[in-house]
């Protein structure tokens, strides 16, 4: 890896985040010792609101098949009225969980988003009008990309964007630690949609509710994991003092 790990800024910004992986195993320790260090992190009153399934081997398979079959149910749907209406009859596929990645960006926020997908589909090759090429690439969320390990993370719903808040304080140690050992990782929204899918292969409290997943495995050396992501400046993102 290229980065000063004596230089925090180097380090962080070297971190990109990985779409193909090794099938390389991750042994549990090293699982382990990622999980203990993003507990580091802050939390509120230390009430640590999360929980995280360790989805790996058989368990990893069958929940990815799952996964597999309720996308092609539903991929159709995107952007035309007789697909949704469609999948509406079926029923299979509909978001079970988190529907909130099923709608558009507010307006505050769509021309990232626009430019993040029209950037990366340049880097892969894809070209905007192929549908079937975008469909086969949004699918290898359904992979995890190729990672042997999938983290599911799950947040206490009694706090609300506060339990948000410390799983995201919480993540972020995660990866960086992943990233230090030489270990790639994928912030995953798109596996939020069937939390009844996972929930089918852990004991996991009914107080729970699922927020994300995280790819976990070696990086391999294709193309895809070279791309970087147009980060926004300071300044774009500090407000500006009302005047008076």
Known sequence: MDFDSNDFHSFVSSRRSTRDFLSTPVSDEIIEQ???????????SNTRPILVAVAKGDVRDR?????HSRWDA???????????????LKRKGLPTSNWIIT???????????????????????????????????????????????????????SLGKFSASDAGLFMQNLILSAHSKGLGTCPQGAVAVWEDAVRKEFDISKNYSLLCGICLGYPSENKINSFNANRPKPSEIIVTEKLR
């Open 34 to 44: 990622i999980i203990a260090d993003g507990l580091t992190s802050p939390s509120w």
């Open 63 to 67: 929940i990815s098949k799952d996964f």
């Open 74 to 88: 539903i991929k159709d749907a995107r952007g035309s009225l007789f697909g949704k209406i469609k999948a509406v």
């Open 103 to 157: 709608r558009r960006y507010h307006k505050d926020l769509i021309e990232r988003s626009r430019n993040q997908g029209k950037n990366f589909l340049s880097h892969i090759g894809i070209s905007r009008e192929d549908k079937e090429a975008r469909d086969k690439a949004w699918a290898r969320n359904y992979d995890f990309f190729g990672a042997p390990v999938e983290l599911f993370l799950f947040t206490h719903k």
